[in-house]
Structure formats: structure tokens, C-alpha cells
């Protein structure tokens, strides 16, 4: 990379220009990655623990104290399975001027409200799709609220690195892939969004329980140490048998998981049990399975492509006014941790943001909200976001034969990272560009 493009260090924090995008590390201890996150997003944090969580908990007369004790579960069970996430929360907290132990609590608490907003995620692999590849979808439906797409990698041993999309008020998982080609999210439970499907995925009926993590705080911890579908499974198998999930009166979740040998795995819990099964059909969808979109995959005979996979998002049958973020990935079989691909759209009406896992920093526009506020402004023009999209899917796939060549050739691994950081960058200048044009 030329050394033009690279900046001092600024408070802390290694970023890196051109023009006007700046890409972020958000890499190294807990300790730094939380306080880049305060410092980044700290308006966020204030603005969303006061209307979405103090201000309710003052309307339904819940004191201080009493979010405090509801969140000591949570925090108690974060102690023993990923302390550092306490770390880099306290460091956030503190980076963003609010109060440690509240924020924990509310790191916790602010999931406990949920409103019936049914998620949507769907899946291909071979040897159905074109090229072998392996693909996954998340559309997340609910309340709008500012949302970040981020790469993260934590030095603590054993965790992995990996690209999640999340609120911007927290490093948490809605939907996530990972260095190791294991991509994943959590949906409301098929109880509630297949209610009438005799074929839904169901576990035997369970009392609820309310204290412990939920999906999120789950999914993270499979982000950070589980290298494919079976390691997901038993992650969250062992977490309901120690009385670690927390579902509240909606007590379950539904999983889908797809991994770098094609797998594609579905996966219903609640507070007791599991219930899980593969899935090799053509496309799988978790709900609206009839939708124009579902069978717009299924109905083809065509190996199903990229452009279709991530296209059908914007469908109108699958994609609403509370689908405020989605992702698509394609996983490399061969080359996880350097050249798999996430495409990060906030709204999922918006244009998709490409991060490759290799890369070193993420477009901070992605990461403190600012690539969400534009999108969530911006006209819906999907057929122009579509062809911006094959030009950037061209433009990468020539780019990952390069990075390929050259980690064959056995370049130097730091000039990996540079090369898919410059890319990401200069997508992400055009994108901008482009969410800025007046409707």
C-alpha cells in the first residue's frame, strides 16, 4: 500500500485515509478495543441506554438498583466463559462517559424487551450453488435503532477473529462469520414465526427462565470459538444444559449456522431443551418460505449465484420497512480467515458494504453508524445497488485470485491485509459517494 494513504495514530486508535474514508482497528486487548468503541460510538451509547432502557425502566418503575441485580446473572456467567468481554465493556463504558456497571446491566437488560419482529435468514451451498460456493443470509427486522457492521479481532488466546453486524451501542453479535468459515445468527423461535407449519423445528415445552445470556451474548461466544456447525450445536447444547440461556416469556430461539464444508444447520432451543437437523434442499429459508423471494432460488434451475443470493434481500416479500441490517457472506473453503466476504447492508434496502476477512481495519462509516444513517435516508434504487454489486463482486473476485496467487507464492502476510484493506476502502469511498446523492 502506498504510505500516502497512511495517517498518524490518533487517539489511541491505528486508522488509515483516503479522502475522505477512514478505516479503523479494532484489534489488540479488550481494554483498547473497548475504549475505540466508547470514543467511536459514545453519542450512540448515551442516546440508546437513555431512551430505550432507563427511560422504560423509569416508566415501568424499575429503580437502579433493580436493573443492577437483574444483571448480575449475566455478568456472573460472563465471568466464567469470556471475562474479557467485562473488560472491554467496562472500557467502553468509560470511553463513552457512562456508568460501568450500568452499562453491563444494560448490555444484559436491553435485550429483555423484545417485540414480535421476526428476523429472516436463508441459505445455499453445494451442490446447488454456482462454483461451489457457500452462502448465507440474515435480514434483521426490528425497531430502528443505529446500527454498525465491524471486524474484530480480540488478543485473548483462542478467540477468533471475526465480522459481525450488531447495534451501534455494543460489540454484540445479531449475525456473524468467522475466521474459521463458520457464519451464524439467532432469529425469534419458530413457535412464534411458523406457527402453523407442521414441519417447524420444535423442542419439547419448557418453563421459561429469566436471567442468564441470550442470543447475542451466545452467538459471540460461537463467533469466538467455534470452528463449524457441530461446534456451534454443542456450544449452545452445553449452555441450556448449565442454565446459561435466557429467554425470557418468549423463551426460545432459533439458530442457522453454515460452515466451510457446506454444512447447513438449523437449530431450535429453549430454556431446557434442543432440538436441531441439516438441511441439503436447494434453498433453505427460516420462515416465509413461500415468499416470492424463497421460490425465486428454489424454482430456478440455474446453480443459484451470488448476485441472486444477495438480490432476492431487497425482494419486497422478505424485506420491510424493520429491516434495519442484513449480511451476506460467502465463505471460502479453502482460504477462511483471508478471503471470505461479508456484504454488510444498513438498511437492507441500502447498498452492501463488502468486508473480507483478511483485512485488518473496517470503514469506520461502518462502524459508528454513519454508513446506517445514509442508507436509512437514502431512495430505494435496488436495481442501482444490484449493478453496483456485480461490478464490486467482479472486482473482488479478481482481487481474491491476486491475494491467492500471492499467499501461494508465500508474500508476507502483512501485505495481504494491505491489499484488502486498500480495496475495502475504495468500495467504500464509491458507496458513500453514492448513499450521498439527493433521492
Known sequence: MP???????????????????????????????????????GETIVRDMESDYLERAAAAGISRETLLERGETWVRIAAEIAPHWIVEARAVARAAGVAEDLYLAYRDGIVRDRFLHECTSYASAPPHTAGGARLFHKTRDNRARRQAGYLIEIAVPGVARFIAVCDASSTGCSMMVNEKGLAGCSDYPVDQTRRDDPDALLPEPAEPRYRGLMSGAILRCIAERASNCAEALHTIEDFVA??????????????????????????????????????TQR?????????????????????????????????????????????????????????????????????????????????????????????????????????????????????????????????????????????????????????????
Open 283 to 439: 434453498a433453505y429459508f427460516s420462515r416465509l418460505d413461500d415468499s416470492a423471494a424463497a421460490r425465486s432460488l428454489r424454482e430456478s434451475d440455474d446453480p443459484i449465484d451470488f448476485h441472486r443470493f444477495q438480490g432476492i434481500s431487497r425482494d419486497p416479500s422478505i424485506c420491510f420497512g424493520s429491516s434495519i441490517s442484513g449480511m451476506t457472506v460467502e465463505i471460502d473453503p479453502e482460504h477462511p480467515g483471508m478471503l471470505t466476504c461479508a456484504w454488510i447492508a444498513l438498511p437492507v434496502r441500502a447498498a452492501a458494504f463488502p468486508l473480507l476477512m483478511g483485512q485488518s481495519r473496517t470503514p469506520k462509516c461502518l462502524a459508528d453508524g454513519t454508513a446506517y444513517e445514509l442508507g436509512r435516508t437514502s431512495s430505494p434504487q435496488p436495481r442501482h445497488w444490484e449493478a453496483m454489486e456485480q461490478s464490486m463482486h467482479a472486482a473482488k473476485e479478481r482481487l481474491r485470485e491476486e491475494v491467492a496467487a500471492s499467499m501461494a507464492a508465500g508474500n508476507p502476510e502483512e501485505a495481504h491485509h494491505e491489499m484488502l484493506d486498500q480495496w475495502s476502502a475504495d468500495q467504500a469511498r464509491t458507496l458513500l459517494h453514492a448513499l450521498e446523492q439527493p433521492a
Open 3 to 41: 504510505t500516502s494513504y497512511l495517517a498518524p495514530v490518533a487517539r489511541g486508535c491505528n486508522v488509515l485515509f483516503q479522502e475522505k474514508i477512514t478505516m479503523i482497528q479494532l484489534a489488540g486487548t479488550p481494554e483498547h478495543i473497548g475504549t475505540l468503541w466508547g470514543r467511536m460510538n
Open 242 to 279: 448449565r442454565g446459561f440461556y435466557a429467554g425470557g416469556k418468549v423463551n426460545g430461539n432459533h439458530w442457522l449456522f453454515v460452515d466451510r464444508d457446506g454444512t447447513i444447520l438449523e437449530i431450535s432451543n429453549n430454556s431446557r431443551h434442543v432440538a436441531s437437523r441439516t438441511h
